[in-house]
């Protein structure tokens, strides 16, 4: 059964950094697409950024182009997110997702998604 | 980024009653390399994780009941319900995969009256 966990979520200052990552199972991690996504408490999904299955192509939201960086180890099926220069309105779950049919995303059933805070 | 802007923002159907959401982009979803539209619907229930309903405008995931239907072309897509049952209340997304950064609509609240 397909699983994505999120881990490294917490507490941060504003203007500090944090790592994220996503472990999966149950599907070929390499043959698919992966992105981030984001939602703040009482808010709507935001779409954070994606990387090819490759890891070759990456793209960002323009909320935090410049301020995040994806990566992925297909040799380990993960996937990361680097926060750096964190603001407030950063603060959300963050899900990662994996592609699917027809240029779209799949969301774990299960997933609880990671916190994160960026607090004083 | 493409702008994806859904209407109305909340919507209050009797049971049984039809339900419909706009979901408009602010350009084409015209994929230029092979002409197709990649356009989702996403339905989070209370609590839950979003789980797709529909895909490339109007083809079902799979389970999804037949009372979901998708339309629409090039910047202005809908969703309909045809019957509005109790399972459906939760906030719908509309999502487009064209271009990359992907991006989502602001959501649409769906509650029974």
Same mark, same amino acid.
């Given at each position: 059964?397909?699983?994505?966990?999120?881990?490294?979520?917490?507490?941060?200052?504003?203007?500090?950094?944090?790592?994220?990552?996503?472990?999966?199972?149950?599907?070929?991690?390499?043959?698919?697409?992966?992105?981030?996504?984001?939602?703040?408490?009482?808010?709507? $999904?935001?779409?954070?950024?994606?990387?090819?299955?490759?890891?070759?192509?990456?793209?960002?939201?323009?909320?935090?182009?410049?301020?995040?960086?994806?990566?992925?180890?297909?040799?380990?099926?993960?996937?990361?997110?680097? $926060?750096?220069?964190?603001?407030?309105?950063?603060?959300?779950?963050?899900?990662?997702?994996?592609?699917?049919?027809?240029?779209?995303?799949?969301?774990?059933?299960?997933?609880?998604?990671?916190?994160?805070?960026?607090?004083? | 980024?493409?702008?994806?802007?859904?209407?109305?923002?909340?919507?209050?159907?009797?049971?049984?009653?039809?339900?419909?959401?706009?979901?408009?982009?602010?350009?084409?979803?015209?994929?230029?390399?092979?002409?197709?539209?990649?356009?989702?619907?996403?339905?989070?229930?209370?609590?839950?994780?979003?789980?797709?309903?529909?895909?490339?405008?109007?083809?079902?995931?799979?389970?999804?009941?037949?009372?979901?239907?998708?339309?629409?072309?090039?910047?202005?897509?809908?969703?309909?319900?045809?019957?509005?049952?109790?399972?459906?209340?939760?906030?719908?997304?509309?999502?487009?995969?064209?271009?990359?950064?992907?991006?989502?609509?602001?959501?649409?609240?769906?509650?029974?009256?």
């Amino acid at each position: 059964e397909e699983q994505l966990v999120e881990s490294g979520g917490g507490l941060v200052q504003p203007g500090g950094s944090l790592s994220l990552s996503c472990s999966v199972s149950g599907f070929t991690f390499r043959r698919h697409a992966m992105h981030w996504v984001r939602q703040a408490p009482g808010r709507g $999904l935001e779409y954070v950024s994606g990387i090819s299955s490759k890891g070759d192509s990456t793209f960002y939201a323009e909320s935090v182009k410049d301020r995040f960086f994806i990566s992925r180890d297909n040799s380990e099926d993960v996937l990361y997110l680097q $926060l750096s220069s964190l603001k407030i309105e950063d603060s959300a779950v963050y899900y990662c997702v994996r592609g699917a049919t027809g240029s779209g995303i799949w969301f774990d059933p299960r997933g609880q998604g990671v916190r994160v805070i960026v607090s004083s | 980024d493409v702008v994806m802007t859904q209407s109305p923002l909340s919507l209050a159907v009797t049971l049984g009653q039809p339900a419909s959401i706009s979901c408009r982009s602010s350009q084409s979803l015209v994929y230029e390399k092979d002409g197709k539209i990649y356009l989702n619907w996403f339905l989070q229930r209370p609590g839950q994780s979003p789980r797709r309903l529909i895909y490339m405008v109007s083809d079902r995931e799979s389970e999804v009941p037949g009372r979901f239907s998708g339309s629409g072309s090039g910047s202005d897509f809908s969703l309909e319900i045809s019957g509005v049952e109790p399972e459906d209340v939760g906030i719908y997304y509309c999502m487009q995969g064209t271009h990359w950064p992907f991006s989502f609509g602001q959501g649409t609240r769906l509650e029974i009256k």
